[in-house]
């Protein structure tokens, strides 16, 4: 079969377009949002949840199924593990969906009371648009004009003590543009393999490597803002949390010096 193709060159060019049509035709390029692309001052390799006990919740929902959940739990267990955390994961009850309020958070924060800090992970999509035009042109071409599609997702943050008293909360954003055909695959692997350097790759495998390195890299920084918190809080009332609602102790009126010593 090869040797007919090689000696039909033109007969065989559609078959081949074909093939590389169902192969591996679409580039992925990653661009951070809000707070995604923020600096981070901590090193995400360094012991800095040393004697930490750390619960991690990823509820499922719209979005992201149990199987999915877990693996993210799994995931990012893993990271603040190898920060020196004692890490507990859970991927919630199966009755979370993505708005998930604060009054069960904090349900499910008080349920584990033997943790120091809760952290909560929920993943929306906020925007999805698939351009029908650029499909209908990517098909009427054999993929030589390519087809786009993109997607935003946010990731919501939400740090408790065990207590369920917020100590941090943030959102991470960012968006995903998949491009389709022959024609943008070809000439960016082309790229890849002359010009780029292995970290600029617009594979799947390294945007979504860099996808993740941005969020556990804010993750870890949230966090680790929150122990920040929490140690302040405790250190500053013997007895735990300090409240704001706690009335101010009663002033007693001075009284002026007896240097007689009578009463």
Known sequence: MLARARSRPVQAMPLAV???????????????????HRPIVIDTQAPNFQDLRLTVICPPGKVVSRGEAEVLCERVGKLFELQGATVTTTSGSGLVDDDLGDELATTQAAATPTTDLVLELRTRQTHYSNDALSWILCIGTATLVPAYSESTFAQDVVVRDGTGFLLASDTLEGRIVRTFGLGTWAGNKILDWVWRKKEEELSTKQVYAEVSSDLYGQLSQVVFNAKMRWQVLEEAT????????????EAKPATAPNPSGRP
Request: glycine fraction near 16%; aromatic fraction near 4%; charge should be positive.
């Open 18 to 36: 074909g093939l590389l049509a169902l192969g591996p035709g679409c580039v992925h390029v990653y661009q951070p949002l809000s707070s995604l």
């Open 238 to 249: 013997p007895g735990g949390r300090a409240t704001s609602s706690a009335p101010p102790a």
